[in-house]
């Protein structure tokens, strides 16, 4: 079974400051991992994605995540915050060897930019 | 390209009514699948299909159910409405539902049973 684990509800950070937010996973095999932000009634957009290959991932709006394999993580960056990077950020693995196309999520981080 | 469209976007029933929501995928792709959203439970894998058949089906009751016709666009139904059921319904869209391929979400159909 895959899993994964966002251990922050809630990260505050002041604009112009860099932010984290941290995401482990479990998979049987090897992992594709996705981060997605949600802005209030509104459906999940895409950041980016580890697929293979170079350890830092970067997307859009200038986040990038980085996959560190013995640590099981794929924590979500920014070098500088914006008020309007506020939002619920949500973690997401689908293990390789699974068939289809089912994401698992973690629970969410609501991310609080303040001016 | 359109997004992925789902409709309507907002609904009310009552308990033991059925519902059946609607999704239309990006043009040009033929996964479509859906999740529900609530703030217990957060985000949970409904199901997937492509070419018109379910593929992957995640641990909900028989209530739930779905399908996808030739054009790709899915249809959700829950029958027997509960009050559990109120939720953020999301459908996700990608070309073949392949490998590492993006999911790309619309804005989902957000259900009040009362």
């Known amino acids: 079974a895959q899993s994964v684990a966002q251990p922050e509800d809630q990260v505050n950070v002041a604009e112009g400051n860099p932010l984290t937010v941290k995401c482990t996973y479990s998979?049987?095999?090897?992992?594709?991992l996705f981060w997605y932000v949600q802005y209030p009634n509104r459906g999940l957009q895409f950041l980016l994605k580890?697929?293979?290959?170079?350890?830092l991932v970067k997307g859009s709006y200038g986040f990038e995540a980085e996959f560190n394999k013995s640590q099981t993580s794929f924590h979500l960056k920014k070098p500088s915050a914006l008020v309007s990077d506020s939002a619920l950020y949500f973690c997401?693995?689908?293990?390789?060897?699974?068939?289809?196309?089912?994401?698992?999520f973690g629970g969410g981080t609501r991310l609080m930019v303040k001016p | 390209k359109a997004g992925v469209t789902q409709t309507p976007r907002y609904l009310i029933k009552t308990r033991g009514q059925q519902v059946t929501l609607s999704c239309s995928p990006i043009s040009g792709h033929r996964s479509v699948s859906w999740y529900q959203q609530t703030p217990g439970q957060g985000l949970q894998f409904l199901f997937e299909?492509?070419?018109?058949?379910?593929?992957n089906k995640g641990n909900f009751p028989g209530r739930f159910s779905g399908r996808q016709f030739s054009n790709s666009r899915s249809e959700m139904n829950v029958s027997t409405l509960e009050l559990g059921d109120s939720a953020l319904y999301l459908c996700?869209?990608?070309?073949?539902?392949?490998?590492?391929?993006?999911?790309?979400f619309g804005p989902g159909t957000r259900l009040l049973v009362l």
């Open positions: 998979v049987s095999g090897n992992p594709y």
């Open positions: 997401a693995v689908r293990d390789r060897g699974n068939a289809g196309n089912m994401l698992t």
């Open positions: 996700a869209s990608s070309y073949l539902g392949q490998r590492g391929e993006t999911q790309y």
């Open positions: 299909y492509f070419s018109e058949t379910q593929r």
């Open positions: 580890y697929i293979t290959g170079d350890n």
